[in-house]
């Protein structure tokens, strides 16, 4: 019922640059939280940053004065600006939403994306 779909990912040299987005679609009632996780090979999938609905934000330690996490209500998508990239920031990157669907508006729960490749390198 409700879909998540990431795009911008890509290969980018060390320095540089690239801009995520995350849409929602489908059957959802409300959105609480919107947020960014990454994922390297052989490692545990962690927060990379994440917004409320307030626009209380929230980076890891690794990210901050890099990433800036923003987000669009009326068009229930998520941004995630990344600069100054470095080679430890390859991963993949997955847009997670905590939200309600139309049928169930008490429920909150998690919604993932697929997924989309970050390669930092020379």
């Known amino acids: 019922q409700v879909q998540v779909e990431e795009s911008g990912g890509g290969l980018v040299q060390p320095g540089g640059s690239l801009r995520l987005s995350c849409a929602a679609s489908?059957?959802?009632?409300?959105?609480?939280?919107m947020g960014w996780y990454r994922q390297a090979p052989g490692k545990q999938r962690d927060l990379v940053a994440s917004i409320t609905r307030g626009g209380s934000v929230n980076y890891a330690d690794s990210v901050k004065g890099r990433f800036t996490i923003s987000r669009d209500g009326a068009k229930n998508t998520v941004y995630l600006q990344m600069n100054s990239l470095k080679p430890e920031d390859t991963a993949v990157y997955y847009c997670?939403?905590?939200?309600?669907?139309?049928?169930?508006?008490?429920?909150?729960?998690?919604?993932w994306g697929q997924g989309t490749q970050v390669t930092v390198s020379s």
């Open positions: 997670n939403i905590e939200g309600s669907a139309v049928l169930t508006p008490e429920i909150r729960r998690d919604y």
């Open positions: 489908g059957s959802i009632f409300s959105i609480y939280t």
